[in-house]
């Protein structure tokens, strides 16, 4: 399962997966979900794959299907590039929001993730009541916050808006950035998170 790490693989998947192991079934992170269709990460390569009939009416709603993020228990079939996703092994964060419309329902965007960065435009895009209510879904999901704070490149009262943030979110890590520059782009990237 070394492969799976860069993935995210980690022991507490691990232990889930043990009882799967025996039946030669492979592990699997979502990356893409098209309706019942997936993308999966695997030891061996990217496949696509679809849901066993059993998964499919075992579940009491659509939130409990493979969600990218999810780390699945796959029957692959290698020299065609496809599996078969049996079941999908907890979820440690769950980002989520409510179904639009009148049936009450949650619709899971995204699943185990550590860290989910809040992006907050400084320009006129700054808002922060709207930075509250993202901040309260990323906590609710169980992952930890970042604020990015965007466009620094356009405006000349940092320091202020940096203070106002951080007088709702003062627990919360600030990374100030501009796309235009390049300016902090570094503390965001994904070679910087890993190190």
Known sequence: ???????????????AFQ?????????????????EQYQVLTATGEIEAEITGKLRYSVDSAAELPKVGDW??????????KGIIHEVLPRET???????GERTGEQVIATNLDTIFVILALDQGFNLRRLERYLVTVRDSGATPVIVL??????DDIQDKRAQVTAIA??????QTSAITGHGLEAVSYTHLRA
Request: glycine content about 10%; overall charge positive.
């Open 1 to 15: 399962m070394d492969a799976l790490k860069k993935f995210g693989w980690r022991d507490s998947f691990e232990r």
């Open 19 to 35: 009882p799967f192991r025996a039946g030669g079934f492979q592990a699997g992170r979502v990356s893409t979900e098209y309706g």
């Open 72 to 81: 699945v228990v796959l029957t692959l079939f290698e020299n065609e590039g």
């Open 94 to 100: 769950s980002l989520s929001r409510k179904v639009a």
């Open 150 to 155: 965007n466009k620094s490149d356009l405006v």
């Open 170 to 175: 003062p627990d919360v890590t600030l990374v």
